[in-house]
């Protein structure tokens, strides 16, 4: 019983911090600069292509002052930065 709980808290606090990671995911230069860094270092190339195209999605939309589509463009392109 207690080996269940101990598993389940602890996949309850590896869920949250990837979500935490996102959600302090800031659509400005600084935020862009970091983002561009982790795609340059993917080495998927699938994934990066990905990537890149969702970087180049939120570098379109910060420039029209759409942050929340901004947001969700860089959150995709940190998915492919992720092990899927």
């Given at each position: 019983m207690f080996n269940r709980l101990l598993i389940a808290a602890i996949m309850a606090v590896s869920f949250t911090g990837g979500a935490m990671?996102?959600?302090d995911m800031t659509c400005d230069e600084a935020g862009m600069t970091k983002l561009e860094t982790d795609v340059n270092s993917?080495?998927?190339a699938t994934k990066?292509?990905?990537?890149?195209?969702?970087?180049a999605m939120a570098?379109?939309?910060m420039a029209a002052k759409d942050t929340a589509k901004c947001k969700t463009h860089m959150e995709n392109a940190m998915k492919g930065k992720d092990a899927m």
């Amino acid at each position: 019983m207690f080996n269940r709980l101990l598993i389940a808290a602890i996949m309850a606090v590896s869920f949250t911090g990837g979500a935490m990671a996102q959600a302090d995911m800031t659509c400005d230069e600084a935020g862009m600069t970091k983002l561009e860094t982790d795609v340059n270092s993917i080495t998927d190339a699938t994934k990066k292509e990905a990537a890149t195209k969702e970087l180049a999605m939120a570098k379109e939309a910060m420039a029209a002052k759409d942050t929340a589509k901004c947001k969700t463009h860089m959150e995709n392109a940190m998915k492919g930065k992720d092990a899927m």
